[in-house]
Every structure is written in C-alpha cells, then in structure tokens.
C-alpha cells in the first residue's frame, strides 16, 4: 500500500468540499452542491486506481445516498471524516476480487469468497551434481513466478466492487466477519433499498361538529327518547373552519445496488375545490388550504356530486325511517326539503316541509307549508298556523291546517280539517273547513260554512252529506251576556281594590318598597343579610295588594277581549253560510247543523268519530235537500237571530 498523504498526487483529489490533511480524508458539507458531485468525487478515487484507507462506511453511503437534505448530512457538523487517507490500490491486489454476482435488477449482489493468491517473482536456485563428499552445489540462480497466499481486506473491497457496479448496499458487518474468518462460499453481501412509500393528500376535518350524531337525544330531564337522534343535521357557523388538506408528500427513494434511483410512488392529489359547495369558501393559508363557511347554516354532503354545503335549509335524500335517520325528526330550520320516503310511524317536524317522494308517517309543520309531491299514505299532516299542498293521492290519512289552506288532488278515506279546503276529487272522506271548494265528492261528509261542490254522489252504498253549520245564535247570545255580566263584576271587584290600593300609597312605607322593588329589579341595589329581613317584611305586607290588583287587571283585559270577539262573532254570524251543488250525480243530503261552537266542534274528533256525527242525517226543517239528481243552491242570511233561507232547488 502506498499511502498518498505525503505524494504531490494527492492534490490531484483535493477540492472546494474535499480535504487531505495528515488526520484523514474529510468533506466540507456547506461546499458540496448535491450528492451527486460526492459520487463523482468517489468515482475518480476508484477510477484512478485509488481507493479510501479507514474508510467509515456508514457515513460514506450516508453522504452519497442519504435521503437527508445536504445540509443536515454533517449531523450539524460542517465538516465530515470519511476516512483516514487515500491509498494507491496495487494492480496485483486489484486482481484478488473477482467473485461478484449482481442480480439483474440490481435488487441484491452476492460474493464469492475463496482463497486468494498474488503472483511474485522470486530466484530459485539451480542444483549441480553431488561432489566427492555428497554436496550438492548450486551452479546458478533462475527467476520463478510463484503464487503466495494472501488475504483480502474491506477497504480495498469496496474500491474493488464499485469498479465493476456494485456502488450502494454493502452489508458491512456480514463483509468483515466473511473476511476475518476466512470462509469460503457464495454470500448475499449487498441489498438494494426499496423507496419510503408517498402519502397521498388527505382531508383533515378541522371540527367535531360536521358529522350527524344519530345516537338517541337525552332530554333535558335526563330520560332518553330513542325516537329522535342528537344531531341528525349539524349545523355551522360563519367562517367556521371545516376541512384542512394535508398536502401530498412525495417518498423517499430507494436505490438498487448498482446505484440506480427507485422512485417512489407518485402520490395522489386531491383538489379543495371539488368539495367546495354552495355556502362554503376556500382560503390559501400558511399551513395550507383550508375550506370555510361562507355563512351560518346547515352543513349536508350531496351524495351524488360529493360538494360539502352549508345552506339555510335542508335538503335529505336518505328518506326518513330507523336506519337512516336513527328516528324521528324535529327541525329549527325554516325549509326542509326530503327527498326519500317517510317510513311509517317516522316523525318529521318543523317550519316548511317539501317532501318529494311518498310520505307513509307523520309530518308537522309550526307556522309553515307542508308541500308533498308524492302521495300521504296512511299517514298524517299536520299545519299549525299554515298551509297544506299534496300533489298526488291522499290515501287513508289524516289532514289538518285548522288555521291554514289544504289543498289536494285526490283524496280516499281521509279525514282532512282546515279553514279553507279545496280537493279536486275526494272519495269517501270526511271533509271539514270553514271554506269547501270540493271537484267531485263520491261517499264524503262534508260540513263547513261556505260550501261548493261542482259534482256529488254515492259511492259504494254511502251517500254523501253535506252540512250547512250555522251558528246557535241563542247559545251565543246568552255567553255575550254572561261574559258582559262577569266583566262588570270584575269591575266592581277592580275599583274596590284601586281604591285600597290608592289609600296605601300615601303610606310612605308603600312608597319605600315601590322604588325599592324597582332597584332589587333593575340589580342597581344589592341588600346585605340584614337588610334582606326588613325586605321580607315589607314584602310581605305590600305585595299581596298590589299582586291582586296587576292580576285583577289582567283578568279584566283578557275578558274585554273575549267579549270584543264575541260581538264580532255576533255580528256576522248567520250572515255568509251557504252551499252550491253544481250537479247531484248520486244519492246527496244537504242539511243544516247547528253548532254553539261552531266548527270547533268536531276538530278533536278521531276519523271515526268525525265520520259518524257528520254522517247522520237529521229530519224535518234541518232539511236542505235530498235526492239523487238536480242541483242546490242555498244561502243564509240572519238578522236579528232569525233565518231566512234562500233555497233554489231544481229538478
């Protein structure tokens, strides 16, 4: 071995990143531009019959090959020893590594190791015959090349296999113990490194609260109600943070042994915008896009398209029944849109309420419209302070919009209640509204104040009974005088107490807990526990008269009030009630009822019930009409609680 630490060669490896110097070979890591200069450095060592004495190969392949960023290959260092020095690799050592094998994928390279020999010349001598005395001479001397057993070394084979393309992988622990025990055999002494799998970009929800909780809701009395879920639709606010991406981030990669880049796989994108829905906004942040709500409201996922949405109505397209909703359904939003069935026995309440399939359940809507497209089966719909449309067939149900318009196409065996009603064709229904605006009635009872039928008849051996409900103006007569008498005895009662009332106030006691009263109220006066004794004993004796009189008072409004209804409903009753058969196809009744409450009457009845009170047909003067064919037309008008009754009645 010659060393070329002390040779003028040795400047021939020096450069900006490489230094030589007595202590060892060592690279400068701020000078070196990328891993591939370090491996065209290392290629001209071996290259020119050199190669590293002490050579530390970890930190060799380390620098060449490391997935590290350059600047951190040095461990916070700024400079590296890779080695002791540069030595001169002999040509006859050269020729002692010959046994490499290297797959063909360069997945994986295997030696064999065996004894080795190097050829040397050396003089051997030339014998003469024996003399007298039995020596045998040498006459002459011949040069002989002859083979010496010699070892091989790990510095040496790694310059030896890197000549022939083996660059990356040495197992170097299985290398050296192969060389110090002298064995002999094929050996797997280098593998290729396969690259770090790439991660795809993924999603990161950025709330707790974007996902339904379909678990059952705890009350607040603490029972559980297994019929409604927690949170079947999460609800959001403005500029409220949803969903985060998490970039794609390419693999590490890997290299065969012949020094050949494995590139990892290439990861998956996935771009924002294709979540970005109505009511949502992207934002480009430091720590990456981010996707917000643009506005307070619902949040719901399309099914089809997959856009996340925040919008101040609700659009479902699972239908609601147990497995899809967890159970019944109560909104605080104002629209609600369902696009599946509601199952039977399911719950749905809310404000406005559209639904486009069928509805087999309960659907209830509080100062809103019910809108069904499809058809209400066996089911029910309820419109508290508004309004009812189905588009289809009503079919075994019950309708009610006691305050609002019905509207419907085809009706069958339906109880439908509402102020004013209007069904293109009903077949044996039980129809109640102040306003009936009926196409075809087959079978039905009818009852309502104004009344129009453009075609009646029977239906399966049930006629149809129309009902004229007229006020009792008698009945409502002697409640107007009740009503009147007890409000003057409430104003009697009422000035006996004003009068108490003004006898206290010039009591400065009173006049202390009046503007005492106010301040405790207004929290600008905080009493101390003993003041709170003395409060307690003027309330005590100041509050009961003035409760009794602000209770007298309200008792006294609220009566006024009832009595101004009542004179409204005096004045007009008996005055608008009339009804209009166009064209009597079958059996028909049209008769008169008097109702002391008027419609009200038959609200809380059951389908049933309501069918058998508007079914029976009174005899005599309640008589409007009765017969199989013809028309009617009739109108009441009242004055001063006697009828006269105009009746056309054409045969």
Not at 73 to 88: R, T, Y
Not at 122 to 134: A, S, T
Not at 307 to 333: A, F, H
Not at 617 to 642: L, N, P, W
């Amino acid at each position: 071995m010659t060393d070329l630490a002390d040779s003028t060669s040795q400047n021939a490896y020096a450069t900006s990143y490489v230094s030589l110097r007595e202590v060892g070979v060592f690279i400068s890591i701020p000078n070196v531009s990328s891993q591939e200069t370090l491996r065209e450095f290392a290629d001209r060592v071996f290259t020119n019959g050199s190669y590293f004495v002490g050579l530390n190969y970890g930190v060799f392949m380390e620098l060449l090959y490391g997935n590290e960023p350059m600047a951190t290959l040095g461990k916070g260092k700024d400079e590296v020893k890779i080695a002791d020095s540069i030595a001169i690799f002999a040509e006859e050592r050269q020729g002692l590594y010959k046994g490499l094998k290297i797959e063909r994928r360069g997945d994986l390279a295997e030696y064999l190791f065996e004894p080795v020999f190097i050829e040397t010349e050396r003089d051997e001598p030339v014998f003469g015959l024996p003399d007298k005395q039995g020596v045998v001479p040498i006459i002459k001397y011949r040069r002989a090349i002859v083979q010496v057993p010699a070892r091989i070394n790990f510095d040496e084979f790694v310059a030896a296999l890197w000549l022939k393309g083996l660059r990356f992988g040495i197992d170097e622990k299985v290398v050296r113990e192969a060389i110090n025990t002298g064995m002999t055999g094929r050996v797997n002494i280098a593998a290729q490194r396969l690259p770090t799998d790439s991660k795809d970009a993924e999603i990161k929800e950025e709330s707790d609260r974007l996902h339904q909780d379909r678990s059952p809701l705890v009350l607040p009395n603490g029972r559980i109600d297994i019929r409604r879920a927690k949170n079947r639709f999460p609800q959001v606010s403005k500029d409220m943070l949803l969903l985060r991406k998490i970039p794609r981030r390419l693999g590490l990669p890997g290299y065969s042994v012949t020094g050949g880049v494995i590139e990892p796989r290439p990861p998956k994108d996935i771009r924002l915008e294709s979540l970005a829905g109505e009511g949502t906004r992207i934002e480009h942040t430091t720590t990456g896009d981010v996707l917000m709500a643009s506005r307070d409201g619902f949040l719901s996922v399309d099914t089809h398209s997959g856009l996340l949405r925040v919008s101040t109505k609700i659009e479902n397209r699972e239908g609601v029944s147990i497995k899809s909703t967890g159970g019944d359904i109560s909104l605080d939003v104002n629209d609600f849109t369902e696009f599946g069935e509601v199952q039977e026995k399911r719950v749905v309440e809310g404000v406005n309420l559209t639904f486009n399939s069928s509805v087999f359940g309960t659907v209830i809507s509080r100062n809103g419209t019910i809108q069904i497209n499809g058809n209400l089966s066996g089911g029910r719909a309820q419109a508290i302070n508004g309004h009812i449309n189905i588009k289809q067939k009503a079919i075994n149900a019950r309708i009610e919009a006691l305050d609002g318009d019905i509207h419907l196409h085809i009706a069958e065996e339906c109880s439908i209640i509402g102020r004013h009603v209007t069904v293109a064709h009903a077949v044996n229904c039980e129809i109640v509204g102040e306003q009936l605006q009926i196409g075809l009635a087959e079978g039905c009872a009818l009852a309502g104040k104004v009344i129009e039928v453009e075609r009646s008849n029977i239906r399966k051996f049930n006629e149809t009974v129309i009902s004229v409900v007229l006020p009792d103006l008698p009945a409502l007569d002697r409640q107007l005088t009740e009503t009147k008498a007890h409000e003057a005895q409430l104003q009697q009662d009422m000035q006996l107490k004003l009068r108490r009332l003004i006898e206290t106030q010039s009591n400065d006691g009173f006049a202390n807990y009046l503007a005492l009263k106010a301040k405790i109220e207004a929290g600008t006066v905080h009493l101390s526990t003993e003041q709170q004794e003395g409060w307690s004993k003027l309330v005590a004796r100041y509050a009961p008269l003035l409760h009794g009189v602000e209770e007298q008072t309200k008792k006294l409004q609220d009566l006024q009030a009832e009595i101004l209804v009542l004179e409204e409903q005096r004045m007009s009753a008996g005055t608008t009630e009339s009804c209009q058969v166009k064209t009597v196809l079958g059996d028909t009744v049209v008769q008169k009822l008097v109702s002391g409450t008027g419609l009200a009457a038959f609200y809380r009845l059951s389908g049933q019930q309501l069918g058998v009170v508007l079914r029976q047909v009174k005899e005599g003067c309640s008589r409007i009409f009765s017969g199989s064919h013809g028309a009617v037309v009739y109108a009441s008008q009242t004055d001063a609680g006697v009828s006269n009754d105009a009746l056309s009645n054409p045969k």
